[in-house]
Every structure is written in C-alpha cells, then in structure tokens.
C-alpha cells in the first residue's frame, strides 16, 4: 500500500509512484552531471529553488518532489504548496488561460522553467505524457479494421499486441473514447501492415 503524499495528501496511484521515483533518479543524475551547481532562489530569501541544467534550459528543483513527480513549493506567505512550474509561470507570464493546463514541454515534470510549459488542452497533455504509441494514421487504421473485419476479442487482442498497447486502448480507440478529434477516413490510402498476429487486409484503403 502505498503512503499518501504528505505534500498533496493523496494516495499516489502505482502509475505516479513511478513518475515520482524516476524524477528522483534522473534529477539526481543530472546534478551529478553539473560541474559548478547553483541554486538559485525560487523568491528572494528562499531556501528552496531550481539549478540551471546546462544542456537542455531545464530548471532543475531543488525542493521536494511529490510522489507524481512534480516539484513542490510553499505559497508565501501561506502554509500551502503548490506545483512549484505552476507558480514560476503564473509569476512569469502571468495566469494559465482558463480551460487550459500546463504542458512540461521537455517532459521534465520537476522542471519549473516557464519557457519549458505550454498551456494546452487537457486532451493534447494527456496524449502527449502518455507517450503514446498511437497516432491519427494509426487510430483512422484501427478504425478502419473494425469496419471491415467482424468484432472480436482475438482481433482486439491483436491489434493491441500489434500496436504495443493495452486492449483498453484499442477498444478506446474503437468506441471514440479517445483521439475524437482523428476523423474516420482520410482521402488517402492506408498502407497494409504486418505487426504480428495482426489480420493481414490485402491492401486497406480508405475512401474519403
Ligand atoms: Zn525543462
């Protein structure tokens, strides 16, 4: 079982825990890799902050990191905390546009240089920390097989296999659970594929 997060109070998911014990890894790492750390002051005075990571621009914080990753800092003046890139660009470039969310745009989530987060819908964040596998060809191609070949379980399962991810995925992918944004068709023909167990379709073609 694992402990709640004594910054945000709530029980990681395994999936976050993850996220948490890689940034500690890597952050760690990449100190090492500095010749002349310095950190600098996250506000005047403080003693929580973030060292320039040479290399990438990264901002590294040197503070806490919750369990999910991301670095955490006081709110001054207040006994709260709060995402610690969150503040920094709130305080750079001033309020995120409502509806919108904060993408670690080098996929760093301890980092808290403002240039490194873009404002994105929750639908583009996801997709994108998710690493994902799939894209728009890929997803119009699931699509697509589940239109010409009769549903079933195997033919899920393959598609999962075939495509490298879970077969919840792929049933997204069919019901429009996910990637609604992907059209159906596209004018342009959809090459045949050959992941394993996948059914083989002469040549798929999708009409426009
Ligand atoms: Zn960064």
Redesign the pocket.
Known sequence: MLRADRHTGRRPSERNSRHGERARIERAELLAGIVDPVVVPFVPGSRVGYVVHPA????LWIGALADNGYGVAGIPGTSRARVAHLQSFVRSRGAVPAGLELD?T?R?RY?V?PD?LEPVTRTINVRRGAKTKLNPAKVRLIRHVFSVFQNTMELTESLAIGFGVSVGAITDVRYRRNWKDVPDTTAAGVATFDASGLPQPERVTVLG
């Open positions: 990438t621009g990264c901002w670690h080098c760093r980092c240089n490194h």
